[in-house]
């Protein structure tokens, strides 16, 4: 039966756990991290922990806007016995502690004393599956020649509610004094240790109780350090003619030194290469590159702690140090968070550890990428000496700078102008994406897509370059061979095509590059669904005449035509979407302000289709020094004009020669 004492008492000890139960607040890149710094923190394994998520981070994208994760992370009951342990000088193992938590079975138990002239009687209650204790077996146990009587409701009573750990009278006996155990108390002279040892009762004679232990610790002048559990197992199972340990000075605690909890891996032969989810390598993600974002937590300063002082036995003062303190290892683009240990960065870039520092490193300079670089992912300017190898790309969030050529790869700058001192072979794979311009000495070959401009030297042969304002070639040999290009403002040049035709070049200026793009995607897409719409028409007549011949239909056939009639729905809803996204489309098209010009100061060979708007000019014949532009509805051929440079500086230390 459940007793309002005994769900008191439930609550009492719940209570007394959650207030010993501590929790931290961590920031870090993963869940590893956190767990592994509150381990230190907590003073715990990491086993022994349990978290809830404040703020659930993320890796951004391309490395951009990277989040930290935000856990509160708890000791669990198991990790919190361990500590209790470990204070109270008891020498246990993990792998003691785990198979403790796993052993959830365990018989009840029970001890017979004889203190004074009581009989007295230790409970224990089963745990888990494991069996009660049998009031017959105490019976029998405290029946001795010298028992005078037992109080056997007592002992049922007990043997199913336990004792709480205490021992209860449970009746009497006829107690000689004279076959008593015998207690000496022994004091280590430097006052860290106390031992009793007991020599055992005979017959009849009383056996040593825990308060006599603790008194006659008391009339020794012991004062600190008393070890219960200690004192009660010895009583429990007590071992004779043998020093036994019953208190122990409480020694001091030296605070912990300050120390700096990273949330990126200082060390960078440690840093991985990269696995796809079914555990694949690919060794071109050598992640040898850690990026982090303005503002992103890069380590914390946990400060030193206090020492905790000691007691000898006898109360005497042992003094602890106190831990200590260190400087914040602030570099380069970094800075204190306003709680002044945490520190963040001030720039996008690569965060590294040298010379016990933290510095972001906002440009990263390499030789050239290729095997033993892998692909280059930063968060900043990327300058590369040499050449990017064939299959290896480069993503970064300002500049890339390439001093030799560019394979077939894939150059990326979300922010910034990508500068190619010499050329770019794409063997139509290579991609080029620029933020905002383009810089290099040939195109061949690549498929390129600017935000700006997109300025050469010698030549772009078979290439598809897009740029949302103009396409520039002004060096000696300036060359547009084979090819689409498409630029919203003009495209320059000084020779156009080839002679005797060749590769197709075609050229388009005076719209949105993309907006046109999108129109003809969307074009294929409806003709895709107008033929699909065309044949679902057909088998919705077909299933009906059937049915209509039959008066009904087989369930999979009935199932096959709703379907049908479901997706002719679909089908119009997303014409309709397209319609509506096609007159979008036309409407900023037509609104464009700028009508585009094609310019060549050299010649425009025939063969060459050059479209302004929706119009096209193909050319039938050469024709040298000639500005192509839009007037009436018509493409028009006037005098040549030299290309518009305004808006346009050429990045430092690039040569357009």
């Given at each position: 039966?459940?007793?309002?004492?005994?769900?008191?008492?439930?609550?009492?000890?719940?209570?007394?756990?959650?207030?010993?139960?501590?929790?931290?607040?961590?920031?870090?890149?993963?869940?590893?991290?956190?767990?592994?710094?509150?381990?230190?923190?907590?003073?715990?394994?990491?086993?022994?922990?349990?978290?809830?998520?404040?703020?659930k981070g993320s890796d951004g994208f391309l490395g951009l806007a990277k989040k930290p994760w935000k856990l509160r992370i708890y000791q669990t009951a198991e990790g919190l016995a361990k500590k209790k342990k470990t204070m109270a000088g008891v020498s246990i193992n993990d792998d003691e502690l785990d198979e403790e938590i796993k052993t959830v079975d365990q018989d009840g138990m029970f001890y017979i004393r004889h203190f004074g002239d009581k009989i007295c009687l230790k409970v224990i209650l089963p745990i888990g599956k494991g069996s009660?204790?049998?009031?017959?077996?105490?019976?029998?146990?405290?029946?001795?020649?010298?028992?005078?009587?037992?109080?056997?409701?007592?002992?049922?009573?007990?043997?199913?509610?336990?004792?709480?750990?205490?021992?209860?009278?449970?009746?009497?006996?006829?107690?000689?004094?004279?076959?008593?155990?015998?207690?000496?108390?022994?004091?280590?002279?430097?006052?860290?240790?106390?031992?009793?040892t007991v020599t055992p009762p005979a017959m009849s004679g009383a056996e040593i109780s825990a308060e006599q232990i603790i008194r006659n610790l008391e009339t020794q002048g012991v004062v600190a350090g008393v070890e219960n559990d200690k004192i009660d197992e010895f009583v429990d199972n007590p071992v004779y003619n043998v020093p036994c340990e019953v208190a122990a000075a409480i020694k001091p605690q030296d605070g912990r030194d300050a120390y700096i909890a990273f949330n990126f891996e200082t060390d960078p032969t440690k840093l991985k290469i990269k696995e796809t989810k079914n555990g694949q390598v690919n060794f071109k993600e050598l992640n040898q590159i850690q990026n982090v974002v303005k503002g992103q937590p890069l380590a914390t300063k946990m400060p030193p702690e206090r020492g905790k002082a000691g007691k000898t036995l006898f109360g005497r003062y042992l003094e602890a140090k106190n831990g200590k303190d260190i400087k914040i290892p602030l570099g380069k683009?970094?800075?204190?968070?306003?709680?002044?240990?945490?520190?963040?960065?001030?720039?996008?870039?690569?965060?590294?550890?040298?010379?016990?520092?933290?510095?972001?490193e906002?440009?990263?300079?390499?030789?050239a990428v290729n095997i033993k670089t892998g692909n280059i992912d930063f968060l900043g300017?990327?300058?590369?000496?040499?050449?990017?190898?064939?299959?290896?790309?480069?993503?970064?969030?300002?500049?890339?700078?390439?001093?030799?050529?560019?394979?077939?790869?894939?150059?990326?700058?979300?922010?910034?102008?990508i500068i190619v001192s010499q050329g770019i072979f794409g063997h139509d794979v290579g991609v080029i994406q620029a933020g905002k311009s383009l810089w290099a000495k040939f195109i061949q070959s690549a498929k390129v897509e600017v935000e700006e401009f997109c300025i050469v030297s010698d030549s772009?042969?078979?290439?598809?370059?897009?740029?949302?304002?103009?396409?520039?070639?002004?060096?000696?040999k300036a060359q547009i061979t084979g090819g689409h290009l498409f630029a919203t403002e003009e495209i320059a040049a000084k020779n156009i095509g080839s002679p005797g035709g060749g590769a197709e070049t075609i050229l388009e200026v005076g719209f949105d590059p993309r907006l046109k793009q999108r129109l003809g995607e969307i074009?294929?897409?409806?003709?895709?669904?107008?033929?699909?719409?065309?044949?679902?028409?057909?088998?919705?007549?077909?299933?009906?005449?059937?049915?209509?011949?039959?008066?009904t239909l087989a369930k999979e056939k009935q199932d096959q035509?709703?379907?049908?009639?479901?997706r002719k729905e679909e089908i119009s809803v997303k014409s309709e979407e397209y319609a509506k996204e096609v007159e979008q489309i036309l409407q900023r098209l037509h609104e464009l302000k700028v009508f585009g010009k094609v310019k060549a100061f050299g010649t425009v060979y025939s063969g060459v289709k050059i479209y302004i708007r929706d119009v096209v000019d193909e050319v039938r014949t050469d024709v040298k020094s000639v500005t192509f532009f839009f007037e009436n509805g018509f493409v028009r051929r006037g005098k040549y004009e030299e290309p518009d440079m305004n808006g346009i500086k050429a990045p430092d230390g690039y040569s357009a020669g």
């Open positions: 039966m459940v007793t309002l004492e005994t769900i008191r008492k439930d609550m009492e000890a719940q209570l007394e756990l959650d207030s010993n139960i501590q929790s931290v607040e961590v920031n870090a890149d993963s869940l590893d991290e956190a767990l592994a710094d509150a381990a230190v923190q907590l003073d715990s394994r990491v086993s022994h922990l349990e978290y809830e998520v404040i703020e009660p204790v049998d009031p017959k077996a105490i019976i029998n146990d405290a029946r001795r020649t010298d028992t005078l009587g037992l109080d056997e409701d007592a002992i049922r009573k007990f043997a199913k509610s336990g004792t709480d750990g205490k021992y209860e009278a449970v009746g009497d006996y006829k107690h000689v004094k004279a076959g008593d155990a015998m207690l000496v108390v022994d004091i280590s002279k430097d006052e860290m240790l106390a031992t009793v683009n970094v800075e204190l968070d306003k709680d002044g240990v945490t520190i963040i960065a001030s720039m996008n870039g690569r965060v590294m550890y040298e010379s016990e520092r933290i510095n972001v906002p440009v990263l300079e390499l030789d300017t990327v300058i590369v000496k040499g050449n990017v190898e064939d299959g290896y790309d480069v993503k970064a969030s300002g500049n890339i700078e390439v001093g030799g050529t560019v394979g077939q790869s894939h150059l990326r700058s979300e922010n910034g102008d772009i042969m078979n290439s598809e370059v897009t740029a949302m304002k103009r396409v520039i070639l002004n060096g000696k074009q294929d897409e409806q003709n895709a669904l107008m033929k699909e719409l065309e044949d679902t028409d057909n088998n919705i007549v077909t299933l009906e005449n059937f049915k209509k011949q039959r008066r035509l709703d379907g049908l009639k479901k």
